[in-house]
């Protein structure tokens, strides 16, 4: 599948941005979606995954403020991102696979498709 990402931006701290990640090319629905993001001179690290099955998982650092969701008509991943911190800032990536098991959910070399990334930068 391939994957654009879009919807990065500057923002205050407090605001909120909504990310995108429009995918083509296979079945959608049938894949795993996650959010990566990396900041200069840290690893990349997982952000939020939404299973086929619309089950989410999100890292302890934006749980209560960022929401992952999907439109499988749209073929399309969210990421809702509310009360943004200046630690949030980073080039934030989505990824996509079929095949992941849950242990594997929130780890980059578990996905197989890569979107270009788009630039999230908080001000404090």
């Known amino acids: 599948v391939q994957l654009q990402a879009s919807g990065g931006g500057l923002v205050q701290a407090g605001g909120s941005l909504r990310l995108s990640c429009a995918a083509s090319g296979d079945t959608f629905s049938r894949y795993t979606m996650g959010w990566f993001r990396q900041a200069p001179g840290k690893e990349r690290e997982f952000v939020a995954a939404?299973?086929?099955?619309?089950?989410?998982h999100y890292a302890d650092s934006v749980k209560g403020r960022f929401t992952i969701s999907r439109d499988n008509a749209k073929n399309t991943v969210y990421l809702q991102m509310n009360n943004l911190k200046p630690e949030d800032t980073a080039v934030y990536y989505c990824?996509?696979?079929?095949?992941?098991?849950?242990?594997?959910?929130?780890?980059?070399?578990?996905?197989?498709?890569w979107g270009q990334g788009t630039l999230v930068t908080v001000s404090s």
């Open positions: 939404i299973r086929y099955s619309s089950t989410t």
């Open positions: 990824a996509g696979d079929r095949g992941i098991i849950l242990s594997s959910i929130k780890f980059p070399y578990a996905y197989d498709s």
